[in-house]
Structure formats: C-alpha cells, structure tokens
C-alpha cells in the first residue's frame, strides 16, 4: 500500500493485517508447514494438533458446540455451497432474504432452477431490517432450512438472528447464519441464538489472509458431503468417509491460512472485540454526520446506527457511483467499493439498480484524520 492511501474498503477484506497476523504466519508455517492427519510422522501429528487447537479456538469465539464440527474452507462462499448444496435434499423448502450475497442466492437460486428446492425470500424494510414474523409465516411443512445474513454488506444493518433463532428452534427448522461482516465486530453466539450453522470468512474482521473461511456446525445438523476426495481417514473405502470435520474437508487443508485465522482470532482477544467495535462506530457516527451536512448525498439507512456494522452506503445524486469511486481513487487515494456489492437484490429494492452505490467501510487501522479527509473530498468534488 502506498502509505497515503486511505483504505476505506474492510467489508471486503480486512487491510492492511495486524503485523502480530502476518509475523505468526511466517512462523508457525516455517514450523508446522506439512500436510496435517496425512502421515504418522511425528511432524504431521504435531501439524494435525495444532489445527485441532484451532478447531477449538474457532469453536470458542461463537460458542459454538464441537470442534470436530468447524469445517474449513476457502472462504464464506465455499463454506455456503458446501452446506446449501449438502442439505438440498428434493423438495424441500428453504427460506432466506433478500438482504443476502450472492454466496447465498446463487446456489439457492441453481437449486430452485432445477426443481430441486422451493425458495420464498423475506424482504427487509426501510431501515434494512427483517422482520422475524415474515420468517414464522413462510415456515411451512417443507421448510427445513432458514438461512439469513447477519448483517447486510451493503447497508450494515444487523439482523434480529436471536429472534429469528427461536421461532426456527420452537418450530425445529435448522438455522444457518452468514456472519461474514459480522464476525470480529461482534459477538456471536451459536447456542444461545439457537444457530445449527454459521459459515464465516477469515479475510474481513477477523483479520485473517484470504484463502481460508469455514462452518461451525451443531452436533446432530448433519451435511453430507457433496464433493469428495482425500481425507487422510478411511482410505481403503472408495466412499467419502463419514467422520467429521474430513467428511466436508476434501483434500489437503490450508495451514497457512488457519494459521493465519487463529492469530487473527487471538488478535480480537487481545484488543477485545468490544473495543474494535467502539473504535470503528465512533469513525462511522463521525463519518455519517460530517457527510449528512452535505448536499446532493444519499445515505442510505442510517438513520439510527443502532444495531449497525462500521459501513455506509451512499450516493451523490446524478453522478455514477463508478465515476465517484474513480474519482474518490485518482485525485484523493481514498479506496472504497462501488457497484452492487454482490447483494443485486438489495440494491433493486433500494431502487439504486444497475448502477448501484458507493460504500465505506471502516477497519482496525482507520483514524479520525481518515474521516477528515472523505469530508474534505466530498466538498471538493460537489464544489
Ligand atoms: C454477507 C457476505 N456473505 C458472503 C460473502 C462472501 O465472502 P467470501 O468472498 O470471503 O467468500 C461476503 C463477502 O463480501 C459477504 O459480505
């Protein structure tokens, strides 16, 4: 990164990594960099021991239930296909939103393009919220999987999971969350949010590398494996072993990035995810009233940065936000995401369609000065 370059573009991946992430890399890989549950070598048990541990540590930041139940994967999206397509048996019925990524709608939507599934989506309201009775209604005899994102990407609005958790677990439909923006701002909590699944990524806010996400899954949800291969267990059988994790973790395993996942985990301890969440709210409320003073912007819900992620959504009326982006890019070296974010139903609702918006999203290493200087463009590029 040049080093005056403002990176204002967190939600989609985390920048730059805290050194202790990067430096933790290097050297437990230079140590343990070997295919791990693959050899009886003492090296590979020692390899398979520390990921074990980081099952564990994974399994203890969402209170979740086993660690041979956290699954790893390449990222959020692997780990979502993974478990729609492994729980897609024909002719159930799904509900999901329409405040979800792609990494949700997409294999939801080849699934129901085949015939394979029913899908209703709920809607959100003005504000970016569902409402969980738009959940208790959809539920029907069929239904047997809700899977709702956390906090939407775009607009930043956190979901009443809590709620919606209950009314699944009175009426035993499996709940599966996305906490791909929310996971290391805010605490998630799978047994006490009744959740049988989450499925996270380890390159935004839990400041891990790219290339590594998972599932953390409830003891009895069972996902059969719906790719298959190498496991390191039960190799004699040309069948894909039953076991967990392997039964989801064909082929060899990304050490680098668990590695990198667990000091990014450790990280969030140290500083206290309470802290990261304050310090990047504070930038946020700061950002949105010094942009609110400004004419011709749209800022999209927002209104009560109550039960918000660190990242805002915005236009300049009549101006593409490309062009803004572009701009904000080549005369100011602020860096932030435009388009649809991957989210294209959002944004048809937020009648922003095709062009879709500009968005801002605050990280570990933004300062007020950051914020101070987004004003200062804007007022130069409305001038
Ligand atoms: C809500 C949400 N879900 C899923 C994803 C996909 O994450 P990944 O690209 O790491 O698979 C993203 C990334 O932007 C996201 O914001």
Redesign the pocket.
């Known amino acids: 990164m040049y080093p005056e370059t403002i990176y204002l573009d967190n ?2 991946t985390s920048f730059p990594k805290p050194p202790e992430v990067i430096h933790a890399m290097l050297e437990d890989y230079k140590r343990f960099g070997v295919s791990p549950g693959r050899g009886s070598y003492d090296l590979a048990v020692r390899a398979e021991e520390l990921v074990n541990g980081i099952r564990r540590q994974v399994t203890d930041f969402f209170s979740g239930y086993d660690p041979n139940r956290v699954i790893f994967s390449y ?4 780990a ?1 296909n993974t478990l729609i397509l492994g729980l897609a048996e024909p002719g159930i019925h799904v509900i999901s939103s329409r405040l979800e ?1 792609n ?2 709608l997409r294999p939801l939507h080849h699934l129901r393009e085949h015939g394979i599934i029913s899908l209703d989506l709920v809607p959100f309201d003005s504000q970016g919220f569902i409402d969980p009775d738009d959940v208790k209604k959809a539920i029907n005899p069929k239904t047997s999987l809700v899977i709702i ?1 956390h ?3 775009v607009m930043g609005t956190i979901q009443p999971v809590q709620e919606i958790g209950r009314i699944c677990h009175e009426q035993s439909v499996a709940f599966a969350i ?1 906490v ?2 929310s996971a290391g701002i805010i605490p998630v909590d799978m047994k006490s949010w009744h959740v049988d699944a989450i499925a996270f ?1 380890g ?2 806010s839990l400041l891990g590398p790219t290339g590594i ?1 998972g599932l953390a899954l409830r003891d009895g949800l069972d996902i059969p494996a719906s790719r298959f291969g190498g496991t390191g267990v039960d190799s004699y059988s040309l069948f894909q072993t039953s076991d967990y994790p392997y039964r989801l973790e064909a082929g060899t395993i990304n050490v680098l990035g668990i590695i990198g996942l667990s000091a990014g985990l450790a990280h969030i301890s140290q500083v206290g995810i309470e802290n990261i969440y304050r310090h990047e709210m504070d930038l946020l409320n700061k950002l949105r009233d010094r942009l609110s003073a400004l004419k011709r912007l749209r800022l999209y819900c927002c209104d009560s940065l109550i039960n918000h992620l660190p990242l805002l959504t915005l236009n300049i009326e009549g101006m593409n936000p490309a062009d803004l982006g572009a701009i904000l890019d080549g005369d100011f070296n602020i860096s932030v995401r435009t388009g649809l974010h ?1 989210a294209p139903l959002v944004h048809e609702d937020l009648g922003t369609t095709p062009h879709g918006s500009v968005r801002f999203s605050l990280g570990l290493f933004n300062t007020e000065e950051h914020i101070v200087a987004v004003e200062k463009a804007f007022k130069t590029i409305l001038e």
């Open positions: 939600a989609a990222n959020a999206t692997d979502l990524h990494s949700v994102n906090a939407s990407n996305d791909s923006q990524t390159h935004k996400g991957c």
